[in-house]
């Protein structure tokens, strides 16, 4: 899609993206290990996302797609999550069985985290009536002409198996698998500056 308009998200944005970001995660794999049923879904993935990405809109690094059509939510180097939300949350929102292997999965994420500076990009997500469009590509090349600006390499988790060749096609390479108990498996990947 050439005709595609990527924006800088604005405080007016914060919550159309969170929506299609949830419409985007509905069907993914790790998402809804953690969150199984609609309505635990529902009331729970939106504050995940503002915990787990949420920091992008403060840092002028969330992007999204025509009247979004999809979003992406990067954190600038030295910028983290907010972990301390994030598992209050999970610990509000999961069993206790689940949050041990919720946790031991987020423990195992972080040790594939680059210790050099990095961009990371927590959640990316296209509205699925418009997936294979070419807006994921669109997001990914907009954020990525400011890693290569930078000279600095990009960090992902894929939670979904189904988006690995897409990142490849933008350069990312796979480090490895991260699995915990009757978790899915999480691929964290890593691109280089180019």
């Known amino acids: ?39 635990q879904y529902l009331d729970s993935f939106p504050p995940f996302i503002a915990a787990f990405g949420g920091k992008g809109f403060d840092h002028g690094s969330s992007y999204y797609a025509d009247e979004y059509a999809g979003a992406a939510l990067w954190l600038p180097p030295g910028v983290h999550s907010d972990e301390d939300e994030l598992f209050a949350l999970l ?42 469009k070419g807006y994921g590509s669109a997001l990914m090349r907009h954020a990525l002409i400011q890693c290569d ?5 990009a960090y992902l988790e894929s939670s979904n198996s189904a988006n690995i060749p897409l990142y490849q096609r933008h350069g990312f390479e796979l480090l490895g698998t991260i699995q915990v108990g009757n978790s899915p498996p999480i691929f964290p990947m890593l691109r280089k500056p180019q």
């Open 1 to 39: 899609m050439t005709n595609t308009t990527i924006k800088t998200a604005t405080e007016s944005d914060v919550a159309p993206i969170i929506d299609v970001l949830v419409l985007a995660f509905s069907t993914d794999p790790a998402v809804r290990w953690l969150y199984p049923a609609p309505h």
């Open 91 to 132: 610990r509000r929102t999961i069993g206790e069985r689940e949050q041990t292997e919720a946790f031991a999965l987020f423990e195992q994420m972080g040790l594939y985290h680059p210790t050099e500076p990095h961009w990371y990009l927590p959640l990316i997500g296209v509205d699925p009536t418009r997936q294979g």
């Open 149 to 153: 600006l930078d000279r600095l390499p």
